[in-house]
């Protein structure tokens, strides 16, 4: 959670990214409108992520992810 920027403010920032991604290849490489809005592009990144992730599927960051076997 960022400490410098409202949730409201976090909110919208998404959103607009969301809107621009129709202009871009990808909803990251939206996140170039960031230094517009005022924030950071990773920070526009990462909240983007984490608004198109629900909660209860993100990934544990400690996690050890192993590949499955095609045998």
């Known amino acids: 959670m960022s400490k410098g920027h409202p949730a409201e ?5 998404v959103k607009m990214g969301l809107d621009h991604q129709g202009e871009h290849p990808s ?7 960031a230094p517009k ?3 950071g592009v990773e920070s526009l990144r990462t909240w983007t992520r984490r608004a198109l992730v629900p909660l209860n599927e993100r990934a544990d960051p400690h996690r050890v992810f192993r590949p499955v076997n095609a045998s």
């Open 37 to 39: 809005l005022g924030v």
């Open 9 to 13: 403010q976090r909110e919208c920032d």
């Open 27 to 33: 909803i990251f490489a939206a996140c170039v409108i």
